[in-house]
């Protein structure tokens, strides 16, 4: 399963963004999807999650910034953020559960620079 984001970029504090991640391969099915952020030295953390059913799950921090979505047809996740501020600057990550394989796969990353 290859993971490819999208949708990164540079934007001024209080700006939006829309982050895409596209899941491609064969005979995979999709239950959990989630967004990782890293910023400059820290960790990688947990953004937000959504499951199969559209059920989701934020971080405190992007709590009604950020919103996570899917089309399960398509294979797709989003993740809207408004209100962006210096502190969301970080590459931006996809994560997907595969369960057919019992695996979970990264996207490569994508990088987000929110400007004051």
């Known amino acids: 399963v290859q993971l490819v984001e999208y949708g990164g970029g540079s934007v001024l504090a209080g700006g939006s963004l829309r982050l895409s991640c596209l899941a491609s391969?064969?005979?995979?099915?999709?239950?959990?999807m989630a967004w990782y952020r890293q910023g400059p030295g820290t960790q990688r953390e947990w953004v937000a999650s959504?499951?199969?059913?559209?059920?989701?799950n934020y971080a405190d921090s992007v709590t009604g910034r950020f919103r996570i979505s899917r089309d399960n047809t398509r294979n797709m996740m989003w993740l809207q953020m408004i209100g962006l501020q210096p502190a969301d600057t970080a590459v931006y990550y996809c994560?997907?559960?595969?369960?057919?394989?019992?695996?979970?796969?990264w996207g490569q990353g994508t990088q987000v620079t929110v400007s004051a």
């Open positions: 959504i499951n199969r059913g559209g059920s989701a």
């Open positions: 391969g064969e005979a995979f099915d999709i239950s959990d």
């Open positions: 994560r997907m559960f595969d369960t057919a394989r019992g695996q979970w796969y």
